[in-house]
């Protein structure tokens, strides 16, 4: 073998060191471009759909909202028994709506939203004497409240009831109409059946009772059996 060829061989490949390695790292890290800073645009088709979606969901809240009314979602209320006619006077099932909407926001607290009551404490309403049986007892507990023990089918309860009627020391202030309304609802709900209260009714024992600024026991309402 001649002198030339041993020398071709001998200058094989030269072995990558350590550093040649680093200095081509940082070459190519020299010539990558700088970060941007800031944000890029919200393409303009999802900014479109954005807001077509909140205009649409605006559009069907203020067209189906109702006022926001819970009446509306009564299953007994009527809604075009409500719109149609000049008339003030409300139908019997809107009268029921107004007496369940007042009764959930105030009595439920109480006598419970299935008008069982609390034992002990508040009576129940559902298949009681005391709200089937005579109105005018009635409309005297709701206008002036009641102190004391009571029995309601075979069962004693002793928690203190509000006054609603506008009467002196009332603690609610319910207007005749509102009495009459929630009345009506609990003696037609829970399977209750008896005649509706009706706001002259209210008007008429209220006056007979003007003077009375305390609420009633059950002895005094006796006589109203």
């Given at each position: 073998m001649s002198a030339d060829q041993n020398n071709n061989l001998s200058s094989g490949p030269e072995v990558a060191s350590?550093?040649?390695?680093?200095?081509?790292?940082?070459?190519?890290?020299?010539?990558q471009p700088e970060p941007e800073?800031?944000?890029?645009?919200?393409?303009?088709f999802l900014l479109g759909f954005i807001s077509t979606?909140?205009?649409?969901?605006?559009?069907y809240v203020v067209h189906y909202r109702a006022d926001f009314s819970p009446m509306v979602y009564d299953e007994r209320f009527d809604p075009k028994a409500a719109a149609g006619g000049a008339s003030k006077e409300l139908t019997p099932e809107q009268v029921i709506a107004a007496g369940k909407k007042a009764y959930q926001q105030v009595c439920?607290?109480?006598?419970?939203?299935?008008?069982?009551?609390v034992a002990g404490a508040y009576p129940p309403l559902a298949s009681s004497e005391w709200v089937v049986g005579n109105e005018e007892r009635l409309v005297r507990i709701l206008l002036h409240g009641?102190?004391?023990?009571?029995?309601?089918a075979g069962k004693t309860y002793n928690g203190a009831m509000p006054a609603f009627g506008k009467v002196p020391g009332g603690?609610?202030?319910?207007?005749?109409?509102?009495?009459?309304?929630?009345?009506?609802?609990?003696?037609?709900?829970?399977a209750n059946k008896a005649e509706p209260i009706t706001k002259a009714k209210v008007v008429e024992i209220l006056s007979k009772e003007a003077a009375r600024a305390k609420p009633w026991t059950a002895a005094e309402l006796d006589p109203f059996k």
């Open positions: 350590d550093e040649s390695i680093q200095q081509v790292h940082s070459d190519l890290a020299s010539k800073q800031g944000y890029k645009l919200m393409p303009l979606m909140i205009f649409v969901t605006c559009v439920a607290t109480c006598h419970q939203v299935n008008g069982q009551g009641m102190n004391g023990p009571m029995e309601v603690g609610y202030n319910w207007n005749e109409e509102k009495i009459s309304q929630v009345l009506t609802y609990i003696r037609q709900e829970w």
